[in-house]
């Protein structure tokens, strides 16, 4: 029990500094659609970094649409928590309450990721079992012409999901009401298909064609948003999303953001985004940001001086422009015993300070068999690391 005293101790003081917040609430009045629910705001905030939610918590109206339309579990996190990112950017954690998209439901959602039909595709498709009831895909339509490969060859499928999340505002001490709408568009990197002799085909798709396609659909999602009369003037921002093909180890990442005033139903100008992810080791790191993978090579070569049973260790870097801030890495081993990642462990910990600069918000898993055995983290700006041992 020693090795957890000074961790015990820590949670202690922090919950003794913050015991008024946890038991503090606002209630205020909820605003929707002409109608009034009575909602709770906690106080207690881990940090100005994270949004405070309403209770009681509704989840989106489009749950499971995001997991089940996402090529990989990287790019499903990526999704949601880079949106918040985004929100960010015009919407404070001081000033807005989060809320899970309240709006938009998965059956809409569903039409609007369709193909769009020409009238005798649309004439043949509602013959069909649960057709759609409206034509309204937001998806290229296929041209009818030559074979059924040409034409998925010829108009791919660039959208892939849209995600939504609501900003909440008080409008006075004791009302809060709907302050702002992110909507995160994720679009493919390659179109992808189902062949006539029963193969996939893959084909990578131009970052200039993702662009454009991303822009375009973006418009037309703006004008059924204002059509709506919950959205009729209530600020919107759109955010695209290019996710990666399903053998990716990476996560995809936003690439441009708008802000469209409330009121308005045409976007001006688009700003980009320069976040991306690197795997270390790759070729693709060395080339784009050599000294990190250097670091990087450093920390794997101290790893295998150590342990024998040594499977690889891999990382992946976020870059926000070409400033590493994130590193995430995993160490998969086959240890013997308790004393083993005991050891291991504390020998992790005491070398990542001389190696990594204390700029990154770095994590470092230790697994075995799949199951994590320890965690070592550390956060920006701090020098020291903690460490969890999972027993």
């Known amino acids: 029990m020693k090795k957890w005293l000074p961790l015990l101790v820590t949670v202690v003081l922090l919950t003794a500094g913050c015991t008024s917040n946890f038991g503090s609430e606002d209630k205020v009045v909820q605003e929707k659609n002409n109608q009034k629910e009575t909602a709770i705001i906690p106080n207690y905030q881990i940090s100005d970094n994270y949004y405070r939610t309403i209770l009681p918590y509704k989840p989106s109206k489009s749950r499971g649409l995001t997991v089940n339309n996402l090529n990989t579990r990287y790019d499903i996190q990526e999704f949601e928590t880079g949106l918040l990112r985004v929100a960010k950017t015009t919407y404070s954690p001081e000033k807005y309450l989060f809320q899970e998209g309240q709006i938009l439901d998965a059956d809409t959602l569903k039409m609007w990721l369709n193909r769009k039909f020409t009238p005798s595709q649309w004439k043949a498709v509602q013959k069909e079992v649960n057709p759609p009831s409206q034509n309204i895909g937001l998806n290229p339509p296929l041209s009818g012409k030559g074979s059924i490969d040409s034409q998925n060859q010829n108009s791919p499928i660039y959208l892939a999901n849209i995600l939504e999340h609501d900003y909440l505002v008080k409008t006075d001490k004791n009302t809060v009401r709907l302050g702002g709408v992110v909507i995160g568009l994720a679009l493919n990197s390659t179109n992808s298909y189902q062949s006539q002799n029963g ?3 893959q084909s990578s798709l131009s970052q200039a064609a993702i662009d454009s396609e991303g822009k375009s659909i973006a418009a037309e999602v703006v004008k059924r948003l204002r059509a709506m009369s919950e959205l009729k003037n209530v600020p919107i921002t759109i955010a695209l999303f290019e996710q990666k093909d399903k053998d990716s180890v990476v996560p995809g990442n936003y690439f441009a953001y708008t802000n469209v005033p409330a009121g308005s139903s045409s976007i001006g100008s688009w700003n980009a985004i ?3 992810y690197y795997l270390f080791p790759s070729s693709q790191a060395d ?3 050599p000294h990190d993978a250097g670091v990087f090579d450093k920390f794997k070569k101290r790893v ?7 499977n690889g260790v891999i990382g992946r870097a976020f870059y926000n422009g070409n400033k590493l801030t994130q590193l995430k890495a995993e160490i998969p081993l ?3 015993g308790e004393a083993e990642v005991i050891g291991f462990t504390q020998y992790i910990a005491g070398i990542v300070p001389s190696i990594f600069p204390d700029t990154i918000d770095l994590q470092i898993k ?3 068999g799949g199951d994590i055995k320890a965690l070592i983290t550390r956060s920006p700006g701090q020098t020291d690391t903690s460490v969890h041992i999972y027993q």
């Open 366 to 368: 230790i697994t075995a």
């Open 274 to 276: 320069q976040n991306q």
């Open 334 to 336: 086959q240890f013997f």
């Open 199 to 201: 193969t996939t085909t």
């Open 304 to 310: 295998e001086n150590y342990f024998p049973n040594y």
């Open 287 to 289: 080339s784009d940001h």
